[in-house]
């Protein structure tokens, strides 16, 4: 794939990874085919949906299952989000989670 199409990519898709993966995302870009590398990079989760998603529904845990986490989304369902607690801490590390999980799911992927 060409430079410039793999940096539209990471210019649409880099926010939904950590900045220190950014590099080894790009070299593996540049590997692949243009339209599958974007279809690749369309299926992560987007960080803001998740913290959106986790400020108004995650005390049902909602905003784990969407980033996959289904075992910590049924203890939160359970516990409805810990009593209040853990759905508050989970404001201000969903969207970490949600950047970690998509790089990990890229690096299985390629």
């Known amino acids: 794939m060409e430079k410039n199409q793999v940096s539209q990519l990471i ?7 950590p900045e220190y993966a950014l590099r080894d995302i790009y070299t593996q870009l540049e ?3 243009f339209s599958e590398a974007s279809i690749r990079m369309a299926q992560t989760k ?12 995650g005390q049902f845990g909602i905003d ?3 980033i996959g986490d289904t075992t910590m989304g049924v203890l939160k369902l359970i516990t409805c989000g ?3 607690i ?11 989670d949600t950047k ?3 790089y990990n799911k890229i690096n299985e992927i390629f």
Request: hydrophobic share 50%; glycine share 12%.
């Open 64 to 66: 784990r299952f969407y």
């Open 31 to 33: 590997n692949m085919d």
């Open 46 to 57: 987007d960080p803001i949906v998740a913290l959106l998603i986790s400020i108004f529904l």
């Open 82 to 84: 810990g009593c209040g």
């Open 100 to 102: 970690t999980k998509n």
């Open 11 to 17: 210019a649409l898709y880099g926010g939904r990874f």
């Open 86 to 96: 853990w759905t508050i801490i989970d404001w201000f590390l969903i969207m970490g």
